[in-house]
């Protein structure tokens, strides 16, 4: 699978009006020429502005694949949709996924390792998106919107800090062996109702160790509700 990193995306936070608040949002981001350098909690010139749900070391680099503009294209006629607007780090390409490979999502794992640019970064979680999706897009319904279309892109986490830039590759370095793709985290999290498959894909999910430990805490409070795996 070959990723690509075709827009480096960075902002500040900044003041906006939302329904006649005041609000600090960092969700605003200009696409970056050149090298850039990624620490272990964001990149230089990207900050984010409420620090209780939003960046933080698994949450360093937030990605979104280019793939996922066609679909927004039309289910958003009339928006522009420049490189950045759902608030991402990195705008990846995937190339060619072929008709039955399904989402971005499904190939990338929780816990999967890449070097780009001189750095490397692990994937941590898929992107849960809060209010400030809407006040993107000027709608209140985005949120419920990105959650229904399953196109949640995904987090990094910086392992080694480097230089990033646009036309970088991510390249594979290894898998966790309990590896559960970033789709299934997001089905898991939305559901309702486990089945038993469901369930031993959630105690896989709790043995990798890159996925934050609020995410292994909600499962493990999921798993007490529901009856026993039927082996």
């Given amino acids: 699978m070959r990723m690509k990193l075709i827009s480096l995306n960075l902002g500040l936070p900044r003041q906006v009006t939302w329904h006649a608040l005041n609000v600090s949002t960092g969700i605003f981001k200009q696409s970056a020429d050149g090298r850039v350098v990624l620490r272990k909690l964001n990149l230089d010139g990207d900050r984010q502005a409420d620090l209780t749900v939003h960046g933080g070391k698994n949450k360093a680099v937030y990605c979104y694949p280019l793939q996922h503009y066609e679909y927004w294209k039309k289910e958003l006629p009339g928006h522009e949709l420049p490189l950045g607007v759902f608030g991402e780090n990195f705008t990846l390409d995937f190339g060619d996924l072929g008709p039955n490979t399904g989402f971005p999502e499904d190939s990338i794992h929780i816990g999967d390792r890449f070097s780009v640019g001189s750095a490397e970064v692990v994937v941590t979680q ?3 998106p809060c209010y ?53 985290i997001n089905r898991l999290y939305v559901s309702k109702h486990y089945s038993d ?33 039927h082996d």
């Fill in 126 to 128: 898929p992107r849960i």
């Fill in 132 to 184: 400030k999706l809407g006040i993107r897009f000027q709608m209140d319904d985005m949120v419920k919107r990105f959650l229904i279309s399953g196109r949640s892109g995904f987090y990094l986490a910086v392992t080694r800090e480097g230089e990033v830039g646009v036309g970088d590759e991510m390249t594979p370095l290894s898998q966790d062996p309990n590896a559960v793709p970033v789709s299934g």
């Fill in 197 to 229: 498959d469901d369930q031993r894909l959630l105690q896989r999910a709790l043995r990798v160790a890159a996925l934050p430990e609020s995410w292994k805490e909600y499962f493990r409070e999921r798993l007490q509700m529901m009856p026993a795996v």
